[in-house]
């Protein structure tokens, strides 16, 4: 039986259509959400794969979480960082640090402790082990306004995960670094519906990226036809090319 997957943020809109799609092909998979939230029980149910919860920018919870995901298996497959915090959308100038700190501590800082937790875990595995960060297509290109902590945020995870990528290489750790388009999402949950509509007419294609494009794009990210792009940002959008 293939060793799982953990997905960070399965939970969140991407990270729960990933995992539905890699059950859906047959893989296991262990979910992790930052609460223990009646979504991540009801997808952990729908899934039947062990779910663990806590907030991973903690060390200490970190090495907990940790524990109980090697409980359920002593190697893994693969990881995906689909971890995820909303934010207010204002202008730079007039966002408080807080917001921005908030935002690199959802996403650099755990993922950090979840790779020195898990390394072990992932490496020297026979056909290799593949690490999926989700980043954004915003860091390509001329980014939009209001948005600076999480691009900020994402912008120094997505470096982190380009330098880890050739540090991890001879361990036959590949991580690939996936920049989805705009998604209708919590992360969004402040614009109004009429907005998000207008901003899909303006797309080439006159809708945004779904969930499940993401998902698709995963599934084939962690097989080892995709090995030869690790390091590089894929991205996967419905938007203008940049």
């Known amino acids: 039986m293939q060793d799982p997957i953990l997905i960070i943020g399965a939970s969140g809109t991407i990270g729960s259509a990933i995992a539905t799609k890699l059950t859906d092909d047959g893989?296991?998979?262990?979910l992790h959400g930052a609460t223990d939230s009646k979504r991540l029980r009801?997808?952990?149910?729908?899934?039947?794969?062990?779910?663990i919860s806590g907030d991973i920018s903690d060390q200490l919870v970190t090495q907990k979480c940790a524990?109980?995901?090697?409980?359920?298996?002593?190697?893994?497959?693969?990881?995906i960082f689909?971890?995820?915090m909303?934010?207010?959308?204002?202008?730079?100038?007039r966002t408080e640090w807080q917001i921005f700190q908030q935002q690199?501590?959802?996403?650099?800082?755990?993922?950090?402790?979840?790779?020195?937790?898990?390394?072990?875990?992932?490496?020297n595995r026979e056909d290799g082990a593949r690490v999926i960060v989700l980043s954004t297509e915003y860091l390509l290109g001329t980014p939009p306004i209001k948005i600076a902590p999480y691009l900020s945020a994402k912008a120094a995870l997505?470096?982190?995960?380009?330098?880890?990528?050739?540090?991890?290489?001879?361990?036959?750790?590949?991580v690939h670094i996936i920049a989805p388009g705009l998604i209708k999402s919590p992360l969004t949950g402040d614009m109004p519906d009429e907005y998000l509509e207008l901003l899909a007419e303006r797309m080439p294609e006159k809708k945004l990226t779904t969930p499940e494009e993401v998902a698709n794009l995963c599934a084939f990210m962690m097989q080892p036809d995709a090995d030869?792009?690790?390091?590089?940002?894929?991205?996967?959008?419905?938007?203008t090319r940049r």
């Open 86 to 93: 909303p934010f207010p959308h204002k202008l730079t100038l």
């Open 67 to 79: 524990e109980k995901v090697h409980k359920c298996a002593e190697n893994l497959s693969g990881l």
């Open 228 to 239: 030869a792009l690790y390091g590089n940002i894929v991205p996967i959008s419905r938007g």
């Open 104 to 123: 690199l501590d959802s996403q650099l800082k755990p993922f950090h402790l979840i790779m020195q937790h898990f390394k072990t875990a992932l490496e």
């Open 158 to 174: 997505t470096t982190y995960a380009k330098v880890l990528s050739q540090e991890l290489l001879s361990s036959k750790i590949r």
């Open 42 to 51: 009801n997808l952990a149910s729908k899934l039947k794969a062990p779910v």
């Open 27 to 30: 893989c296991s998979v262990i």
């Open 82 to 84: 689909a971890a995820a």
